[in-house]
């Protein structure tokens, strides 16, 4: 099977369409963080959790969504950024260099105006750590992504572990103990300002984050560990001819299910222990953000390996899905555009007015319109308008 950018411009539908999935599982990410205050996206009983039916859905997110998709995507513009550094034969470094800057550009302004979450920015600054790996075996990214994974929980440790500590010694007034209730838990005074910012106009949350761009850029030194890990990941994987369609059927889903194995009984562990306990932030967030990571990443690695395993080349589910992939930049932001529209205090306003299932169920108001749109686009220009855009300015840089 001929690979995405080879000389003759053919793609693998495959890829195309896994990113898609992963655009789509981004949006089930995403809605809880424009629809309910901070401390919700990790804790159900923090706000928006009216019954049993919102702690089931904070638990399948838990499991089958959070950070799964991140994995995903961050997985395929790993290997997306060795396809375009191996298809260069010209200053493929400052090419390279040049898209990360306007993808952080994107980035930024996406943060600034919309979305407090942004992954753009970090895959960016990510990013240009690529080219040093391009030349590796995918023995060696595998390994590389393994040291990346592990310098993410060492780092988790340092942070959370005091937290920890504190709760399980029922100390409760520490920095530790309160920055974790804060941020993770039920704390009213912070509940009360998150759901402030969720109320302001759009020229107060541009004015309030635009402010605030040197502390967003310190939390986003935390994230790259673990982003790397994924992206080394995703280049082992289209360098060892997975993500190229060149793996059999059987060896995929084997090693899929293997995966799965180990991940799902683990992370319903973890999401039990956190319940257990009662929700607390010191546990709830070093469980979303710590513990989780590795079955995190192996579960998103079985989503990637399903889905080349059930995705046929001419399928029609694939070829929707390929359209949805191939404009996944401007399908991200779209998301973003309709959430806000949705929830934002400059648009309907229902920001904290919903429940956590409330919230899923809206999540794929973007999702049917990127699955109506993106074939309608695709079929008539090969390039959304941000990918274009991305394009356009990169390569004027460069």
């Not at 009983?45 to 950070?67: N, P």
């Not at 034969?89 to 898209?99: G, L, T």
């Not at 992954?119 to 075996?137: D, E, I, N, Q």
């Amino acid at each position: 099977m001929q690979r995405p950018f080879d000389h003759s411009g053919n793609r693998v539908a495959q890829l195309d369409a896994v990113r898609g999935v992963a655009v789509i599982g981004i949006a089930w990410m995403n809605v809880y963080v424009f629809a309910l205050p901070l401390q919700a996206y990790y804790n159900p009983v923090a706000y928006g959790a009216d019954g049993a039916a919102d702690r089931l859905v904070w638990l399948a997110s838990f499991v089958f969504v959070e950070d799964k998709f991140r994995t995903l995507f961050a997985m395929l513009f790993g290997a997306g950024c060795l396809i375009l550094l191996d298809k260069e034969r010209e200053r493929p470094w400052r090419a390279h260099m040049a898209r990360m800057a306007v993808l952080f550009g994107i980035g930024l302004a996406h943060s600034i105006v919309l979305a407090s979450n942004d992954v753009l920015r970090v895959y960016a600054v990510a990013g240009m750590a690529l080219p040093f790996l391009r030349g590796k075996s995918s023995a060696a990214l595998y390994a590389i992504a393994v040291g990346f994974l592990a310098l993410h929980l060492g780092g988790g440790l340092i942070v959370f572990g005091a937290a920890g500590l504190d709760f399980y010694a029922g100390r409760v007034g520490t920095d530790a103990a309160l920055f974790a209730e804060r941020n993770f838990g039920s704390d009213p005074g912070a509940l009360e300002y998150a759901l402030r910012l969720g109320q302001e106009g759009l020229g107060e949350r541009i004015a309030r984050r635009s402010a605030t761009i040197p502390d967003q850029l310190s939390a986003l030194l935390s994230a790259l560990p673990l982003n790397l890990a994924a992206m080394t990941l995703g280049m082992g994987l289209w360098r060892d001819g997975m993500l190229a369609g060149e793996w059999r059927t059987f060896r995929l889903q084997r090693l899929a299910a293997a995966c799965a194995i180990v991940a799902i009984p683990a992370l319903l562990a973890i999401g039990w222990w956190v319940a257990e306990a009662g929700f607390p932030g010191a546990l709830a967030g070093s469980a979303a953000l710590i513990v989780s990571a590795p079955f995190d990443t192996l579960l998103g690695l079985s989503y990637a390996l399903l889905a080349m395993a059930l995705l046929a080349p001419d399928g029609a589910v694939t070829r929707r899905l390929a359209f949805v992939g191939r404009l996944s930049l401007t399908n991200y932001i779209a998301t973003s555009v309709i959430f806000a529209a949705l929830f934002a205090g400059w648009g309907l306003g229902w920001f904290g007015q919903v429940t956590r299932a409330g919230a899923l169920a809206l999540s794929f108001v973007p999702i049917v319109a990127m699955l109506i749109w993106s074939p309608l686009w695709g079929a008539r220009i090969s390039r959304g308008p941000l990918e274009w855009l991305w394009r356009r300015v990169a390569r004027a840089l460069s």
